[in-house]
C-alpha cells in the first residue's frame, strides 16, 4: 500500500479527534510546534497539515492566540473590512507547483474591495465545499473543477440561482457559467506541430484522466490529432495506441506508464504529446529505469510549463501556460458578473499558451 504524506496522516488524525467528538467546538489544537514534537515532523509539515484543516473549515485560526476547532453551525473566519469576499476552490493543495492563479487573483482584487478566501477539496471533496458555499455570504465563485462532469447537480444549482461563478482551466458540460481556460487547442498543436517539425511522424497522445471528462484534456487532444491530420500524419496503429489511453481509469498507476511506454517502443512511435508535464516527466524518469533515453530513444513535450519542468534532466519541453493571467482574467470577469450581472456577455477567455523548446525532443 502506498503511504501517505506525513501531513495527511496528521490532518486524518486531528479530523477523526474532531468527528468523533473528543475534540470539541472552541477547543484550541496543539501549536505547530507542539505537533511537529508530538509527530516527529518538521514545522512546514505541522503547518501544512493545519492549514488543510482550516481550508476544509474543521478550524479556524486566531493571529496570536492559536488553532481552534470550528462550530459547524458558525464561521469564525475574520471578515474583510468591507465583508465583501469571493471564494476560490482548489482541487489541490497550495502551492502545488501547478500554477499562480491567487497570485493573478489577488493582483486585480487589489483594484478592488473584494478579499479572496481560498479552499482546497482534498479533504471534503468538491461537492462538499460547493454545498457549503452555496450557503455562504461569499459574493461569488472562482471554481477550479475536477473534471468537467462532476457533481452537475449542485452546480446547476448554482446556474439556477443566477449564483456569480467563473470557472477556470476547464469547462463545465451543459451549463454556461463563463470560463478562463488556456488556449488548449492551440497548445496540443504548437506541441504536436514541434514534433512534426522535427520529423517525427508516428506521434501518441497520452492523458491522466479520460478525455471526456475533462474539457482542457480533449481540446489539448484535439490540437493534437488537428496537426497530424494537417500534415498527413494520421495513423491508424497509433490511433489505437492513443485511444487505449485516452479510454481508461488510471488506478494502476507506475504500471500504467510502464506498458505505455513499451508499447511506444514495440510500435516505434518516435514522440508523445504528454496531457500534462507531470505524465511527462514520469515517463521520462521511468524511461530512465527501463534503461531508455529521450530523447534519444523517444521524444516528449508536455504541457503547463510548472516549475519542476526547467529542473528535470533532460529539461522538458513544453507548453507554457499564463497561470497567473489566468487567475487575473477570472477575478476581473467574476467582479463584474457580481456587480453588472445584467451587463456582463456570457464569453469565455482563452489566455495565449506558448512553447518551450528544452531538451526532451530529438531532431530525426
Known amino acids: 500500500m502506498e503511504q501517505i504524506p506525513l501531513y495527511q496522516h496528521i490532518v486524518n488524525t486531528l479530523t477523526a479527534k474532531i468527528e468523533s467528538g473528543e475534540l470539541q467546538a472552541g477547543d484550541q489544537l496543539p501549536t505547530e510546534a507542539e505537533i511537529s514534537k508530538e509527530y516527529k515532523v518538521s514545522r512546514i509539515t505541522s503547518k501544512r497539515a493545519l492549514n488543510e484543516l482550516e481550508n476544509a473549515k474543521l478550524i479556524y485560526r486566531i493571529q496570536g492566540k492559536g488553532s481552534f476547532v470550528s462550530d459547524a453551525r458558525a464561521d469564525h473566519r475574520p471578515l474583510s473590512k468591507t465583508g465583501k469576499e469571493i471564494l476560490l476552490i482548489l482541487p489541490f493543495a497550495h502551492n502545488p507547483g501547478l500554477g499562480d492563479y491567487e497570485k493573478g487573483i489577488n493582483e486585480y482584487l487589489a483594484t478592488t474591495d473584494y478579499s479572496l478566501n481560498i479552499q482546497s477539496n482534498t479533504i471534503v471533496g468538491q461537492r462538499k465545499l460547493l454545498e457549503s458555499a452555496l450557503q455562504s455570504a461569499h459574493s461569488g465563485l472562482i471554481l477550479y473543477p475536477i473534471s468537467s462532469i462532476s457533481d452537475l447537480g449542485i452546480l446547476y444549482q448554482y446556474y439556477l440561482a443566477k449564483y456569480p461563478l467563473v470557472t477556470m482551466d476547464k469547462c463545465i458540460e451543459g451549463i454556461p457559467f463563463l470560463s478562463v481556460v488556456s488556449d488548449n487547442f492551440g497548445g496540443g498543436y504548437q506541441a504536436s506541430k514541434h514534433l512534426i517539425e522535427n520529423n517525427h511522424k508516428k506521434i501518441a497522445f497520452i492523458s491522466s ?29 497509433v490511433n489505437d495506441l492513443t485511444d487505449r489511453y485516452l479510454t481508461h481509469d488510471n488506478d ?113
Open 209 to 237: 484522466l479520460k478525455v471526456e471528462n475533462s474539457s482542457s484534456i480533449r481540446e489539448r487532444y484535439f490540437g493534437y490529432l488537428k496537426a497530424l491530420y494537417d500534415n498527413s500524419l494520421i495513423d491508424y496503429s
Open 252 to 364: 494502476n498507476g507506475r504500471e500504467y506508464y510502464i506498458q505505455f511506454i513499451q508499447s511506444v517502443v514495440n510500435q516505434g512511435i518516435t514522440g508523445i504529446v504528454a496531457e500534462n508535464d507531470l505524465i511527462a516527466i514520469e515517463i521520462i524518469q521511468i524511461a530512465k529505469e527501463l534503461g531508455l533515453s529521450v530523447p534519444d530513444d523517444f521524444s516528449v513535450v508536455g504541457f503547463d510549463d510548472i516549475h519542476l519542468a526547467s529542473f528535470v534532466e533532460p529539461k522538458l519541453t513544453t507548453i507554457s501556460q499564463d497561470f497567473g493571467q489566468m487567475g487575473y482574467q477570472a477575478a476581473r470577469n467574476l467582479i463584474s458578473l457580481i456587480e453588472h450581472p445584467l451587463e456582463h456577455p456570457l464569453e469565455n477567455v482563452v489566455i495565449p499558451v506558448r512553447l518551450m523548446e528544452r531538451q526532451t525532443v530529438k531532431k530525426l
